[in-house]
Antibody, heavy 117, light 110 residues
Framework: EVQLVESGGGLVQPGGSLRLSCAAS????????MSWVRQAPGKGLEWVSF???????YYADSVKGRFTISRDNSKNTLYLQMNSLRAEDTAVYYC???????????WGQGTLVTVSS | QSVLTQPPSVSAAPGQKVTISCSGS????????VSWYQQLPGTAPKLLIY???KRPSGIPDRFSGSKSGTSATLGITGLQTGDEADYYC???????????FGGGTKLTVL
């Protein structure tokens, strides 16, 4: 059974850093595209980043240069390193498995990141 | 302002049919697959339609998807109160090299 479990969210001050984790089971993260998507309170979905099976990475302009997506194949886990956090980064962050065609067929339960002083 | 345009809300009575539109451009919908997601209150999004018109296992055939040119449509027939949710379209934008979502449509089953 495919399962994604995020962790690492919490309260952080503006300018701070946080690393989110997404533990996968039922498939291998290195063999497929993976993504982070976020949702600010009361707002819609916003794509954050992709990592392709070959290792290429893509980012939304709003996080480029501040966020880094990566994976640990030995732990079958996806990460999102978030630096220089801003109030507008406050959101629930979801990890998702990405199919060919860019649809996301499995999502984690989400982890809340709050950036506030 | 989302790259993909959806109506903010739609409504219909139980048992009726509703459609939700998603409008884009040649760089996104026009040349890439569209997917649709259902988000019930307080839960993670769920894939309803992928590759424009395919349903994942377990999604009832009351849900359908179509695409024409730079627009896509989600159809839901036999509406149930349990269908009340936010619905999002999504696709890849080849010019921007980013994934884009619509702003979401809130479905109310009256």
């Amino acid at each position: 059974e495919v399962q994604l479990v995020e962790s690492g969210g919490g309260l952080v001050q503006p300018g701070g850093s946080l690393r989110l984790s997404c533990a996968a089971s039922g498939f291998t993260v290195s063999s497929i595209y993976m993504s982070w998507v976020r949702q600010a309170p009361g707002k819609g979905l916003e794509w954050v980043s992709f990592i392709y099976s070959g290792g290429s990475t893509y980012y939304a302009d709003s996080v480029k240069g501040r966020f880094t997506i990566s994976r640990d194949n030995s732990k079958n886990t996806l990460y999102l390193q978030m630096n220089s956090l801003r109030a507008e980064d406050t959101a629930v962050y979801y990890c998702a498995r990405v199919l060919y065609g860019y649809s996301m067929d499995y999502w984690g339960q989400g982890t809340l990141v709050t950036v506030s002083s | 302002q989302s790259v993909l345009t959806q109506p903010p809300s739609v409504s219909a009575a139980p048992g009726q049919k509703v459609t939700i539109s998603c409008s884009g451009s040649s760089s996104n919908i026009g040349n890439n697959y569209v997917s649709w997601y259902q988000q019930l209150p307080g839960t993670a999004p769920k894939l309803l339609i992928y590759d424009n018109n395919k349903r994942p296992s377990g999604i009832p055939d009351r849900f359908s998807g179509s695409k024409s040119g730079t627009s896509a449509t989600l159809g839901i027939t036999g509406l149930q109160t349990g269908d009340e949710a936010d619905y999002y379209c999504g696709t890849w934008d080849s010019s921007l090299s980013v994934m884009v979502f619509g702003g979401g449509t809130k479905l109310t089953v009256l």
